[in-house]
């Protein structure tokens, strides 16, 4: 499950309390049968089943890389420890530095240490805090494939923060929008993105449009009351002897690395954005279906 919601919705004192690291004033967190207690009722906040990859990395500063790992894999043979360490070090490109010691680390790579200490040993739960957040693209893709194997792989419960919209699209299956501490919405991606129940959580997950009644084309055959949500993928554009919905004057179009966003104005005035994999010449009004 991913959480999303804006900066200060209370995304990381939920995964907080979730670990064990907050004491709270009303509720309980259980893990299988056994209740997540705070800090005011444990010397050494967090649960023993449960991993929380944060911003706020730590690492052994006195110790090499390697042995980084190593001390994450307590009780394993030295073969499965150099195994594990070794696919870890190459998969966080840090294999050149296993016997670097920490101290001696950019903060960037002892970010990547962090990272392959806490996915050494795959728990119960995995909470992740925007832990990717400060790595390449092509790096996070990587981690992200691991993650999803491994969790599989042990049958492990992933909860996500992110304020990215595309990265919890992709790598969830259900979302949890909150803000100012409640949940808006939680679900299936699918039913969160295309059918949330407020305006204001729908922004959160991407460009949206609202249809209203007066700018269909009375040829149109669609029924709804007074205006339909519809992400910028559901309205398509009409060819042959398709249904039209929308004639759109074009008002700008450009190709944004993945298909071409085309800004557009309704006979009303109402203003679209529409994702194409045509380009749309501007000044030109075209026929529009909507897909709903």
Same mark, same amino acid.
């Given at each position: ?28 967190? /259980? ?35 390697? !042995? ?10 030295? =073969? ?10 190459? #998969?966080? !490109? ?6 670097? &010691? ?14 392959? &200490? ?8 995995? #909470?992740? $805090? =925007?832990?990717?957040?400060? #790595?390449?693209?092509?790096?996070? =893709? ?24 595309? !990265? ?10 909150? $803000? ?22 729908? *922004?959160?997950?991407? $460009? ?10 009375? &040829? ?5 009351? @007074?205006?339909?949500?519809? &992400? ?7 060819? *042959?002897?398709?249904?039209? $919905?929308?004639?759109? /004057?074009?008002?700008?179009? @450009? ?5 071409? =966003? ?6 009303? *005035? ?23």
């Amino acid at each position: 499950m991913a959480i999303v919601g804006k900066s200060g919705s209370g995304k990381t004192t939920l995964l907080k309390c979730i670990y064990g690291l907050e004491d709270l004033s009303t509720g309980e967190v /259980h893990l299988d049968e056994e209740r997540v207690l705070g800090p005011a009722f444990q010397l050494i906040p967090g649960h023993d089943d449960m991993k929380l990859v944060s911003q706020d990395f730590y690492v052994l500063e006195n110790h090499t890389v390697e !042995e980084n790992i190593f001390d994450k894999l307590i009780g394993y043979t030295d =073969e499965a420890k150099h195994k594990r360490s070794s696919r870890l070090l190459h #998969l966080l !490109e840090l294999h050149y530095l296993k016997d670097t &010691r920490a101290k001696n680390l950019s903060s960037g790579q002892k970010q990547r240490v962090a990272i392959a &200490r806490a996915l050494a040993v795959m728990p119960k739960v995995l #909470l992740l $805090d =925007e832990p990717f957040s400060n #790595l390449d693209k092509l790096l996070t =893709e990587k981690l992200f494939s691991f993650v999803l194997k491994e969790v599989k792989k042990g049958k492990t419960a992933v909860i996500l923060i992110t304020h990215l919209a595309e !990265e919890a699209l992709k790598y969830a299956d259900s979302l949890c929008v909150i $803000d100012d501490g409640k949940m808006l919405q939680a679900g299936e991606k699918w039913e969160v993105y295309y059918r949330p129940k407020k305006t204001k959580l729908a *922004g959160l997950l991407g $460009d949206f449009n609202h249809v209203k009644k007066e700018d269909l084309e009375k &040829r149109s055959k669609l029924n709804f009351k @007074s205006k339909l949500f519809l &992400r910028p993928d559901k309205i398509k554009l009409s060819s *042959g002897s398709a249904t039209v $919905d929308l004639l759109l /004057h074009i008002l700008h179009c @450009s190709f944004n690395g993945k298909c071409f =966003e085309i800004l557009a104005e309704s006979k009303n *005035g109402s203003t679209f954005i529409i994702y194409s994999g045509k380009k749309a010449e501007p000044d030109k009004v075209l026929p529009f279906y909507l897909e709903i």
